[in-house]
């Protein structure tokens, strides 16, 4: 039976205005947190390959204690356990350790993995760092930007689509993939689901000493990279309001800018002087 | 006795040239910062072959030829330079290996890599192996009074930007987006050090096989490669009015795009998707008609240029966000432009 493991992070829901456009800084409070996009194909990735032909899943975040709700979301999707990774001294990890992190942890609670899973990038950092520098902490072979797998024995079989080349690529289990959100489409919870998510769900919690983690080499501590400010790129950003009527604006429009539009669509726009 | 120069390297991402010349913004900027710290400019070229393949289709360059001899005209003061049949194909773990050893040797100051795909995966993994930070997709490079490389990441959509250093650790990297940086001209005098950097003697085969690889550069993306996109949402009212950004678009000679809300009502086809969950557009004008500006949105089209919006409320994100916007109702502006653009062009 495979062993799956699924990457999973949970992030601001942001739809209008989450941050605060006079400081550029994020309103986390509010902002609901939901599971990444791209995890979410990864999991139903994961849960096609268990359809087919069986397999365990686990799904295993990092993140504050409210990170949980994501790890109940995968197991009322279908997920079999998940693992809670959380603790204040896992705060504000790079990518990096944050790989790091995770690899300790999958090689405590989940050894013996076939496959693991992670979404392709998230929407809050965007790094996509994260799949390939856990394939380089656990040292097994791993593909980013998946749109595609199949798995026959020990072999995963994987197509994909960047830098302008399609490919198809194979590696031995154990092995990894980030994968996109192209061909794998969220799910909704089945019937039955969300029971399995609540009513006796499979979930540990770790903290980084149950893990064994060297407290230097975890969260802000052991990162690399700082984060010296933040800011908001379009937060004072002067522009040109135009208002009345339709016809008027779209004169207007022409006069200031018929260079800008007309360079645009390779025309000269300007109409002789009456 | 002098010390050595610090190093910044740009590694040489030259399988779509043509299309992406992200390689040859970097060692533009790369130059820049190089005389803030008194570096020289390297790129790094690993492949097979690599003096065979052509570059600018002008390119004449008497002493250095192929993909060394564009680099060094674009800029480079050295180029390492592994060639050999095992790197004929680009190969994850090959390349990282190469990679890790000759940065071990030579311990630049500051990586640079391009933000394509395979850079993405690549730097991540170089990163890892040195034990050093990296910045994600940059925006922005500069150097700072520390003389720390100051790099912009973009997040949430590009609705904020990070300022990141790397403290101690080196040497400091950076993936870069393609297109933030200008290339600098040519220059097929300019001359530059080639270095070889020779294969180790057992190489590991990488673990991940290549099964089939076609490559296809010229792939349409019609949207994504617009100069012009006119995007409605539903704001616009209904089909009928949707189809009226046809025509503009059709005069502007532009493409079409919409939000979700939009393809879900079936006014455009899901092709015509611009969002989180669509296509990502990069026009030099953007419109946008009767679109709130919701992350999932805007996360798509930050790379517009200059963007044009129209809506009924002042105060929606999009108009926040727009150089131009304009306070009315989406389709009698589309129609009033219409006519205008009929009459201006001729
Ligand atoms: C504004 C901002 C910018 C940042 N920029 C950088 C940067 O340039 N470089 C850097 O090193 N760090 C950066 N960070 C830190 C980074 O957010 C964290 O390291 C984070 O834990 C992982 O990065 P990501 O969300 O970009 O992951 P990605 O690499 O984009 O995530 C890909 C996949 O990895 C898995 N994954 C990621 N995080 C977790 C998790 N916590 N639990 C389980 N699975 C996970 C998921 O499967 C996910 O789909 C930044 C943070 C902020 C707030
Ligand atoms: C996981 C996820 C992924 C998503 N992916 C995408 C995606 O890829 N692409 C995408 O677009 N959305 C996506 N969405 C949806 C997104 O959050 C927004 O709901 C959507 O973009 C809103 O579309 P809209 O602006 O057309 O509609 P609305 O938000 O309803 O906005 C309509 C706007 O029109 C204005 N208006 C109304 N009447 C008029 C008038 N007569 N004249 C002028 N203006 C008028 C209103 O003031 C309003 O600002 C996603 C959401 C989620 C949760």
Redesign the pocket.
């Known amino acids: 039976m495979l062993k799956l493991v699924?990457?999973?992070?949970?992030?601001p829901m942001v739809s209008e205005l989450p941050w605060d456009p006079a400081t550029g800084t994020i309103q986390r409070d509010l902002a609901e947190g939901m599971m990444?996009p791209?995890?979410r194909s990864?999991l139903d990735a994961a849960l096609r390959i268990k359809e087919a032909a069986g397999g365990e899943i686990t799904a295993?975040?990092?993140?504050p204690p409210m990170?949980e709700e994501i790890l109940r979301e995968a197991i009322a999707l279908g997920a079999d356990r998940g693992v809670l990774?959380t603790d204040r001294k896992m705060a504000g990890?790079?990518?990096?350790?944050?790989s790091h992190t995770?690899a300790r942890a999958i090689e405590k609670a989940c050894p013996g993995f076939d496959l693991i899973?992670?979404?392709?990038?998230?929407i809050?950092?965007?790094?996509?760092?994260?799949?390939p520098?856990?394939a380089e902490e656990l040292d097994i072979p791993g593909v980013a930007y998946v749109n595609e797998l199949e798995i026959s024995g020990r072999t995963v079989r994987m197509q994909r689509f960047t830098d302008n080349f399609l490919e198809t690529l194979e590696m031995d289990l154990p092995g990894l993939v980030?994968v996109t959100t192209g061909r794998y489409a969220p799910r909704h919870v089945p019937l039955g689901g969300l029971q399995a998510a609540f009513a006796g769900a499979d979930i540990v919690s770790l903290d980084a000493a149950a893990v064994g983690l060297d407290p230097e080499r975890i969260g802000a501590k052991g990162?690399?990279?700082k984060?010296r400010n933040?800011y908001s790129p379009t937060a004072g950003k002067k522009n040109i309001v135009l208002t009345g009527a339709p016809k008027r604006i779209v004169e207007q429009l022409f006069e200031r800018f018929d260079d800008k539009i007309g360079g645009a669509i390779g025309r000269d726009l300007k109409t002789e002087r009456k | 006795m002098t010390a050595k120069k610090r190093g910044i390297w740009v590694f040489g991402d030259y399988r779509n040239y043509f299309q992406n010349r992200v390689t040859l913004q970097l060692l533009s900027r790369a130059k820049e910062l190089a005389v803030k710290i008194n570096a020289e400019v390297c790129a790094v070229v690993f492949g097979y072959k690599t003096d065979e393949w052509k570059g600018d289709v002008l390119s004449y360059n008497p002493t250095f030829c192929g993909v060394v001899g564009e680099y060094i005209a674009h800029g480079a003061d050295k180029v390492y330079l592994a060639d050999h049949p095992r790197l004929a194909a680009y190969s994850m773990e090959t390349y990282t290996l190469l990679m890790e050893r000759l940065v071990k040797r030579e311990k630049p100051e500051i990586i640079l890599i391009g933000a394509t795909a395979f850079g993405r995966e690549f730097a991540p993994r170089v990163a890892k192996r040195l034990g050093t930070?990296?910045?994600?997709?940059c925006i922005g490079l500069d150097i700072n009074e520390e003389g720390l490389l100051v790099?912009m990441?973009p997040?949430?959509g590009g609705n904020?930007v990070?300022e990141?250093v790397t403290l101690e650790r080196r040497p400091q990297m950076a993936t870069v987006r393609p297109g933030t940086f200008q290339e600098i001209p040519h220059d097929y005098v300019r001359t530059g050090e080639v270095v070889k950097v020779p294969l180790p003697k057992t190489l590991p085969a990488d673990r991940v096989r290549l099964v089939r690889s076609e490559h296809h550069p010229q792939r349409e993306q019609k949207l994504e490669d617009a100069k012009v996109v006119v995007c409605g949402g539903r704001g616009l009212g209904s089909k009928k009015k949707f189809a009226k950004l046809f025509e503009l678009a059709e005069l502007l000679g532009g493409e079409v795009g919409a939000t979700r809300p939009v393809v879900y009502a079936d006014w455009a086809d899901h092709d015509a998707l611009v969002g989180q969950a669509g296509k990502h557009v990069r026009p030099q004008i953007l419109f946008s008609f009767g679109i709130s500006g919701a992350i999932q949105h805007t996360a798509a089209c930050n790379d517009a240029k200059f963007i044009i919006a129209v809506n009924k409320n002042p105060n929606a994100a999009m108009m926040k966000r727009a150089d131009v916007a304009i306070v009315a109702d989406a389709s009698q502006i589309c129609t009033t432009l219409i006519q205008e653009l009929k009459r201006r062009i001729r």
């Open positions: 699924v990457c999973i992070k949970q992030v990444n791209a995890c990864a295993i975040t990092m993140g990170a990774l990890a790079d990518t990096s350790v944050t995770l899973l992670c979404g392709f990038s998230t809050d950092s965007e790094t996509a760092q994260v799949g520098q856990l980030t990162s690399a990279t984060i933040v | 930070g990296l910045t994600a997709d790099q990441a997040s949430f904020l990070a990141i």
